[in-house]
C-alpha cells in the first residue's frame, strides 16, 4: 500500500483546521458577549453561545474525520481509524 498522501488531502485537513479554529473564536466571542448583556437579554445570548458551540464541535468532528482519514492511508489500517473515532464519543 502507497503511503504517499494527495496535495488535495492535505489541502482539505488544512482548509477544515483553519474552519475549526474560526468556530473556536467565534464560540469564545459569542461566550464573551453573553457575559456583558443585560439581564433580560441573557437567555438569547446563550442560545448565541450554545449554536457557536455546535458550529464548532461539528467543525471539530470535521477536522477530526480527516485527520484520521489520512492516518488509514498512511498506515493501511481502517482498525486504526474506526478506533480513533468510537474514542470521540
Request: charged share 25%.
Amino acid at each position: 500500500m502507497s503511503t504517499e498522501i494527495s496535495p488535495e488531502l492535505v489541502d482539505r485537513m488544512i482548509e477544515l483546521y483553519c474552519d475549526w479554529r474560526t468556530a473556536f473564536w467565534d464560540a469564545r466571542a459569542a461566550y464573551a458577549r453573553s457575559l456583558d448583556v443585560p439581564a433580560p437579554d441573557r437567555t438569547l445570548a446563550f442560545a448565541a453561545y450554545t449554536a457557536a458551540l455546535d458550529q464548532e464541535e461539528s467543525a471539530c468532528e470535521s477536522y477530526a474525520a480527516q485527520v484520521r482519514a489520512i492516518q488509514s492511508r498512511c498506515s493501511g489500517d481502517t482498525a486504526h481509524a474506526e478506533r480513533s473515532h468510537a474514542s470521540l464519543h
